[in-house]
C-alpha cells in the first residue's frame, strides 16, 4: 500500500471533464476509473486489468465499459441525479451520485455515497481491495499443541512423568495409608483394568 | 439430539458474528462454476496461421464472446446491458471486434485476443431503423472504415479509433433500408430498401467522403414484402406484397429494372405464399413455402431456375468465399437421428464438395443456425468446419464428421429450477465406478497428514488437491447421508429440461420436451414453472420422483396451457397433455395422494379453479378440505388484490368436475393514482420454522413470533416513481409497504417510506421481511426488516401457567381469530444495487439464518440476520450482547470474506435457491443467471459435522500413541511394584 503514488494510469488529469451537454437528447457523462498499481499486486486480479471492470448506472439502466485509459462514458443521459457503481472483482468501489444539471451544464456535482465525500471531477477510486479468502495461518507448534489431540497428548506427558515426582515427594507412610485405602474401596487401579493385572 | 440442540445454539450465539470464508485452496471442494453464453445469433470466424484458432460470438443474451475454436472454450466474454442488444458484429483489422449495439446507437471496438474495450463510439440519428453494419476494405487516410446504417443515417466510422468520418441522414420519408452492399473494388456503396412499401429506392454514396453520386427509384405496383436476398453485388431478389410473385431487382450501374416471375411459372403445384431466406450467395437463393425449401438459380438477365425442392427440414449457412470468384454454402437437413452436412459451390449446384453425416443427440431438435468456415489442408484441397446452433441453443462444431465440441448454452437461459432427491443406495442401483478401499483412504490421509506437516513435496501437494476436487463421494448416483447429493432439475428457455448433479454440475439427462416444441395446436409454446409432482418417501419409495412443468401455448395470459410429467431420475416424459383451459397462477396445495402425488390448483385466467391429478381420490380431497382452500390474485397493472375461495363446480357445458367457480371473498383496491404495484413476496411454502417462541434475554420476556402461510408481502411505488432512479425528485416519490393476510384480507401492517423508489427485492421468511429499495433522500439503497410478533399469545409467558395447563398455545392458529400483532422495523444503509435476495433454508429451520444477496455486481454476499434485527441499537446492553445483539450502525458491513462466490461472478445472476440438506448446519445455494454457481454453506459454520479440514491420520496416531503410552506405563507400573515387593 505504501506504492500508491505510482498510478496505473499517467494521464494529464485535466482533462477529466465530467459532464457535457451532449448532442440533441440528453447529457454525456464522461468519467475516468483509476485503480492504483499498488493495489491488487498480491491479490489474483492483475494489476490493470481493465476488461472486467463494468461501469453502471442506475442500478442496469445502461452497462459500459472502461476504455484502456479508464475513460468511460454514458450518453444520452436525462436531467436529474443519477448513480453510478463500478463492479470489478478484487476491489470495493463506492457508488457515486451525480447531478445532471440542466441549467449549468458543464458544472460538476459528485459524490461518493459512502463516505459522503465531494468529487472534484469524475475519477473513481477503490475505497479498498477485497480479499475474499482466508489467509490460511502457517504451520506452528502452537496450532497442534492448541488441538484437541494436543491437549490429550500433554495430559498423558503431566501425568506419566508429573505424577510418578508427586508421588515420589510423598510420605512413605502416607502413602501406604492411602494404598491401603484404594484397596479397600476397591477403586480399580489402572493395573488392575489391563489384562493380567488384576493379581494383587 | 433433541438436547443437543440447545448446546449448539449456545455455542453458537455466544461466538462473535461469524465470517464463513474459505481458504483459496478450498474453491472448487464443493462449489461448482459453469459459464454459458446463450443462444448464439451471429458467429465470425477468426483462422488466421498465427496464434489460437477462435470464433468470435453474439447471442440473444446480449452477450459478446470468443471461444477457442479447438474445445469450445471461452477466452472472454462481455456481458452488455438488457437494453444493448448486439445488432451486428465483425472482426477490423484482423484484431479488433467491432460490434453495433442499442438498436445501431452504440458502436464498439473490442481487442480480440483479451477482451478489452478499445473504443466506443454513440451514433445518433433522426428516425428509428434498422441498423446494418457493413465493414468495408476501403482506407481513409489511414484508417480502414466500417460502413453503419442506423437510425436512418449513414455513419463510415474509422476502424482505429472510433472517430466518425462522415455521415449522411436519409430522412426520405419512410424508407426502409433492406441492405447495405459495396461491390468488390469500388470505392462506393450503395444502399437500397423500400419507401412507402411500392417504391424501390437505391442510392450509390461516395464511400470517402458521403456524397450522394446517384439517387434512383423505381415503383412496383403489387407492394413488396418480408426480406430480400442478395444475388450479385448489384442484383437482388425479393417478394410482392402476396408472397406469390418474385421480383428480381437490377440496379446495375444506376438502371433499375424489375423482373417479375409467379413463383407457379417455377413450382407446378406451388401450396400458398412463401418467404425469402434471407441470403447473400452468388446467383442462389432460397424461399420457403409451409415446410418445403425450393433452391432458385438466377442465370443471366434475371431468368430463374428451380435447382432442388427439399421436402424436409433443411437450414442455410451463409455464403462463404473461399477463392477468387468462388462461393461456397453450407446446408444442415435432418434424415432421421442424422443431419447431414452439405457443402456446395454456388455455381454449381450439382457438385458437392462435401457431404457428411453425423449422429445427432435426438434431445438437441432441429438445426436452427450454421455457421461455415473453411481451411486449407495440407494437400491444397479445402476443408470445411460448421459451428450449427440447435433448437435447445446448443452451440456444436463440426469437423471432418465428428462433433469436436458442444457447449450446452441452453443452460444460460433458466426459467424454474426445482430439486429432486437422488435414488437410495441398495442393490441393482447405479453407483459410482469405484469406490476406496481402506489403504487407499489411509494412504490418502497420510498424504493430507503430510501436508499439515509441512512436509509434502510440491508433488505431494498436486497429488492431495487432485484427491479433494475428484473425491469420487460427492459426484455418486446416489443419495448420501447428509443429503448434499441432488439433483438439480432446470427448465429453460428452449423448453428442454436439464438434471444437474450437485456433486460436480455434471449433466445427468437433459430432454427436449415435446409439449413445450413447436407443434400444429401450440405454434410458440413457453415453459413457465416447475413443480415436484410425487416425490415418495415412505410407502411409496420404489418409484421415481416426478416433476410437473406447466407451460402455455404463446406469450398472453388467456393461452391454453400445457402439462407435462417429467420422471426425475430417467427424464422420460411418462405424460403430456395440452390443456382446455389458460394457467394465470400454480398454488401447490399442502396434500397429497396414497401415491404421493401433489395436488396442484391451476388457476385459469377465468378465475376458475382446476384441480390436478384428475383421480377419484384427489377429489376426495378437495371435498374434505373445500372450506380450506383459499388463493389471491394480484392485479399489477390496475393495483387490485383479491381473495378467493372455492364456491361451487363449473357450471360450463362440459362436465368437469374438477373444475370449480371461485367465490370473491375481499378485495383491496389501491388508489392508482397514487400506488401502483412494483412487488409481492409471500413465504416459502416448505419453509421449516423451529420455534414460535423469541426469548428477549434483556427482560426475561417471551415473544411469540407471529408465523402464518398467508401472509403476502405488497410494495408499491408512486406512479411516477416507477421508472428509473434520477428521473425524479424525492418529494413526489413514496414507497408503501403492505403485510395483507390472504385469507380475510386483513392489512396487517402499513408503512410508508417517503422520497423512496423501487425496485423493491423482497424476502419473506418466518416471522420477518426483508426488503432493498433506493432512498432518494440520501441517494443510497436501502434495506428493512419488518418483524411480526404475536400478541395474543404474549400472556403465555408465565412459566406456572404453562405447567397448570393455563394457556392458550394449543389453540389452533387462525387467520380468521384476528390476533393482535406487533410488528418492529428497522432500515440500514446497503452499498449495493441488488439482483435478487433469498435466505438459507434448513431442514429443521434451527440454524440460525443468513441473507444471500446478488448484488450488481453478479456476486452473491451472505449477510447475518442479525445485522437486520429491529432490536439493534446504538448501545446495547450486557444482557442484549451476551445475547447476540450487534451495535446499530448506519449500514450494513460488507465482509468480502462473506461472499459465498468468492472471486467469481455468476454473470447476468437472475435468481439464487436455497435447499436444504439433511444435515441441519448445512444449505445448499444454486445461483443461476447467464452462469451457474453451486455451493454448500453453513450459516453458523459446521456445527454438526467434522470439517473437510479434519485429519482423521492425527487422530489415529494420537490413538495409537496413547495406547501405547498405556503399554508403557503398565510395565513400568508392574516393574515398580515388582521392585517394592522385593525391598
Known amino acids: 500500500m505504501a506504492s500508491i503514488a505510482p498510478l496505473l494510469l499517467l494521464v494529464l488529469l485535466s482533462t477529466a471533464l465530467t459532464i457535457s451537454s451532449g448532442s440533441v437528447d440528453g447529457f454525456t457523462i464522461n468519467g475516468r476509473v483509476k485503480i492504483p498499481q499498488g493495489m491488487g499486486t498480491k491479490g489474483f486480479v492483475l494489476p490493470g486489468k481493465t476488461s472486467n471492470v463494468k461501469v453502471i448506472l442506475n442500478g442496469g439502466q445502461i452497462v459500459t465499459y472502461l476504455r484502456p485509459d479508464g475513460y468511460f462514458s454514458f450518453q444520452n443521459i436525462s436531467a436529474g441525479t443519477h448513480l453510478i457503481e463500478v463492479t470489478a472483482i478484487g476491489y470495493f468501489f463506492s457508488p457515486v451520485r451525480v447531478d445532471v444539471s440542466a441549467r449549468n451544464p458543464g458544472k460538476v456535482q459528485a459524490a461518493l455515497t459512502e463516505n459522503r465525500r465531494g468529487l472534484s471531477e469524475l475519477v473513481l477510486e477503490p475505497l479498498r481491495e477485497e480479499q475474499y479468502f482466508e489467509i490460511r495461518e502457517p504451520f506452528s507448534i502452537m496450532n497442534i499443541v492448541k488441538s484437541p489431540m494436543g491437549l490429550m497428548v500433554g495430559f498423558m506427558l503431566v501425568v506419566v512423568f508429573l505424577m510418578p515426582k508427586l508421588v515420589e515427594n510423598m510420605d512413605p507412610e502416607e502413602m501406604r495409608r492411602a494404598q491401603e485405602e484404594m484397596r479397600n474401596q476397591g477403586v480399580p487401579s489402572l493395573a488392575s483394568l489391563l489384562p493380567g493385572g488384576g493379581r494383587n | 439430539m433433541a438436547i443437543t440442540y440447545p448446546i449448539f445454539l449456545f455455542l453458537i450465539f455466544s461466538s462473535l458474528v461469524p465470517i464463513l470464508s474459505l481458504y483459496e485452496d478450498q474453491v472448487g471442494l464443493t462449489d461448482w462454476h459453469q459459464q454459458y453464453i446463450g443462444k448464439v445469433k451471429q458467429a465470425v470466424f477468426h483462422t488466421h496461421k498465427t496464434g489460437r484458432k477462435r470464433v468470435v460470438v453474439s447471442t440473444e443474451l446480449n452477450v459478446i464472446a470468443t471461444l477457442d475454436l479447438r474445445r469450445g472454450e471461452i477466452f472472454w466474454r462481455h456481458v452488455l446491458g438488457s437494453n444493448d442488444a448486439v445488432d451486428g458484429m465483425d472482426i477490423a483489422l484482423g484484431k479488433y471486434v467491432i460490434t453495433l449495439s442499442s438498436e445501431g446507437r452504440v458502436l464498439r471496438a473490442w481487442n480480440l ?35 453503419i446504417f442506423s437510425n436512418g443515417r449513414l455513419h463510415a466510422v474509422s476502424c482505429v479509433d472510433g472517430e466518425v468520418l462522415w455521415n449522411k441522414d436519409f430522412e426520405a420519408e419512410s424508407l426502409e433500408v433492406q441492405q447495405v452492399i459495396q461491390p468488390a473494388g469500388s470505392n462506393f456503396v450503395y444502399i437500397v430498401g423500400f419507401a412507402a412499401s411500392s417504391q424501390f429506392e437505391m442510392y450509390q454514396i461516395n464511400a470517402r467522403n458521403g456524397e450522394l453520386l446517384k439517387h434512383e427509384n423505381a415503383a412496383f405496383s403489387g407492394g413488396f414484402s418480408g426480406q430480400v436476398s442478395l444475388v450479385s453485388s448489384e442484383t437482388l431478389v425479393a417478394l410482392d406484397s402476396t408472397g406469390l410473385i418474385l421480383l428480381v431487382i437490377s440496379f446495375h450501374e444506376g438502371k433499375i429494372s424489375i423482373q417479375h416471375t409467379p413463383i407457379s411459372n417455377l413450382v407446378e403445384d406451388a401450396p400458398g405464399p412463401a418467404v425469402i431466406i434471407p441470403s ?19 442465370r443471366g438477365k434475371g431468368m430463374l431456375e428451380v435447382a432442388e425442392k427439399v421436402n424436409r427440414e433443411t437450414t442455410i449457412g451463409n455464403a462463404l468465399s473461399i477463392s477468387e470468384g468462388q462461393q461456397v454454402f453450407a446446408l444442415v437437413q435432418h434424415a432421421g437421428r442424422d443431419i447431414r452436412l452439405t457443402v456446395k459451390l454456388a455455381h454449381d449446384w450439382d457438385d458437392d464438395l462435401l457431404k457428411e453425416s453425423i449422429k445427432m443427440d435426438q434431445q438437441r431438435g432441429l438445426v436452427h443456425k450454421v455457421f461455415l468456415n473453411n481451411y486449407v489442408r495440407t494437400d491444397r484441397s479445402h476443408g470445411f468446419r460448421a459451428l450449427i446452433v440447435m433448437e435447445d441453443h446448443s452451440l456444436l462444431l463440426l469437423q471432418q464428421g465428428t462433433i469436436v465440441w458442444s457447449r450446452e448454452d441452453g443452460l444460460a437461459s433458466i426459467i424454474d429450477v426445482t430439486t429432486s432427491e437422488l435414488p437410495v443406495e441398495r442393490a441393482g442401483v447405479s453407483v459410482a465406478k469405484f469406490e476406496l478401499n481402506l489403504f487407499e483412504w489411509l494412504k490418502g490421509h497420510m498424504l493430507k497428514l503430510k501436508g499439515t506437516l509441512m512436509l509434502a513435496s510440491p508433488e505431494d501437494i498436486a497429488a492431495i488437491q487432485y484427491m479433494r476436487l475428484q473425491s469420487s463421494e460427492k459426484s455418486k448416483m446416489t443419495r448420501d447421508h447428509n443429503g448434499f447429493r441432488k439433483l438439480i432439475i432446470v427448465l429453460t428457455r428452449a423448453g428442454k429440461l436439464f438434471a444437474l448433479h450437485t456433486g460436480d454440475g455434471r449433466i445427468v439427462w437433459s430432454r427436449l420436451l415435446q409439449s413445450l416444441c413447436k407443434s400444429e395446436a401450440c405454434q410458440h409454446p413457453i415453459g413457465l414453472y416447475l413443480c415436484p409432482w410425487q416425490v415418495p418417501h415412505h410407502h411409496a419409495l420404489n418409484e421415481n420422483p416426478f416433476v410437473l412443468v406447466v407451460g402455455r401455448c404463446f406469450q398472453s395470459p388467456d393461452a391454453l396451457g400445457v402439462l407435462s410429467f417429467v420422471d426425475s431420475y430417467t427424464g422420460k416424459e411418462l405424460s403430456s397433455s395440452n390443456l382446455d383451459h389458460s394457467i394465470a397462477r400454480v398454488i401447490p396445495l399442502p396434500f397429497t395422494d396414497s401415491t404421493e402425488q401433489r395436488l396442484h390448483l391451476l388457476i385459469d385466467a377465468d378465475k376458475k379453479a382446476h384441480f390436478y391429478p384428475k383421480t377419484p381420490e384427489a377429489i376426495g380431497i378437495v371435498r374434505r378440505e373445500f372450506s380450506n382452500i383459499y388463493w389471491y390474485s394480484v392485479e399489477d397493472d390496475n393495483g387490485i388484490i383479491k381473495g378467493y375461495a372455492l364456491k361451487s363446480k363449473c357450471n360450463s357445458n ?32 416448505n419453509e421449516a420454522v423451529h420455534t414460535q417462541a423469541k426469548l428477549i434475554a434483556a427482560d426475561q420476556d417471551v415473544m411469540y413470533k407471529y408465523i402464518s402461510r398467508n401472509l403476502l408481502f405488497v410494495a408499491t411505488v408512486a406512479p411516477k416513481a416507477s421508472c428509473e432512479i434520477g428521473s425524479i425528485t424525492p418529494e413526489e416519490s413514496w414507497l408503501v409497504i403492505y403485510l395483507i393476510d390472504t385469507v380475510t384480507g386483513r392489512v396487517l401492517h402499513r408503512m410508508t417510506h417517503h422520497g423512496s423508489q423501487g425496485p423493491v427485492e423482497a424476502v419473506f421468511s418466518e416471522n420477518w421481511v426483508v426488503y432493498h429499495y433506493f432512498n432518494l433522500r440520501a441517494h443510497r439503497y436501502e434495506m428493512s426488516v419488518i418483524e411480526i410478533y404475536d400478541q395474543s399469545r404474549a400472556d403465555n409467558k408465565d412459566v406456572w401457567k404453562l405447567v397448570v395447563g ?28 441488488l439482483k435478487a435476495i433469498d435466505v438459507t433454508s434448513t431442514a429443521k429451520g434451527i440454524t440460525s439464518k443468513q441473507l444471500l444477496i446478488g448484488t450488481i455486481g453478479d456476486q452473491v454476499l451472505a449477510l447475518d440476520k442479525r445485522f437486520l434485527d429491529p432490536r439493534r441499537s446504538a448501545n446495547p446492553t450486557q444482557v442484549e450482547r451476551e445475547e447476540g445483539i450487534i451495535p446499530l450502525t448506519d449500514s450494513l458491513p460488507i465482509i468480502p470474506q462473506s461472499y459465498i462466490t468468492h472471486n467469481l461472478r455468476v454473470e447476468g445472476l437472475q435468481g439464487i435457491i436455497t435447499v436444504p440438506a439433511k444435515l441441519e448446519s448445512t444449505t445448499l445455494v444454486f445461483a443461476y443467471g447467464l452462469d451457474l454457481f453451486f455451493t454448500h454453506f453453513a450459516p453458523t459454520r459446521t456445527y454438526d459435522s467434522l470439517t473437510e479440514e479434519f485429519s482423521y491420520a492425527l487422530l489415529l496416531i494420537t490413538i495409537v500413541a496413547l495406547v501405547a503410552a498405556i503399554f508403557v506405563t503398565w510395565v513400568l507400573s508392574r516393574r515398580k511394584e515388582l521392585q517394592d515387593r522385593w525391598r
Open chain 2, 806 to 833: 393455563k394457556h392458550n398455545l394449543t389453540s389452533p392458529i387462525s387467520s380468521y381469530s384476528r390476533s393482535e400483532v406487533v410488528t418492529k422495523s428497522q432500515s440500514y444503509f446497503f452499498t449495493h444495487s
Open chain 2, 280 to 298: 447473400s450467395t452468388m446467383g442462389l437463393f432460397a424461399i420457403r413455402m409451409n415446410a418445403v425449401t425450393i433452391f432458385i438459380r438466377v
Open chain 2, 654 to 685: 362440459v362436465a368437469d368436475k374438477f373444475c370449480f367457480d371461485a367465490s370473491e371473498l375481499w378485495s383491496i383496491v389501491l388508489p392508482s393514482e397514487s400506488e401502483k404495484i412494483i412487488a409481492t413476496v409471500t413465504r416459502k411454502l
Open chain 2, 113 to 147: 485476443p483479451d477482451g478489452q474495450m478499445v473504443w466506443e463510439s454513440s451514433l445518433h440519428g433522426p428516425k428509428h431503423s434498422k441498423s446494418l453494419l457493413l465493414m468495408t476494405n476501403l482506407i481513409i487516410e489511414r484508417n480502414n472504415v466500417v460502413v
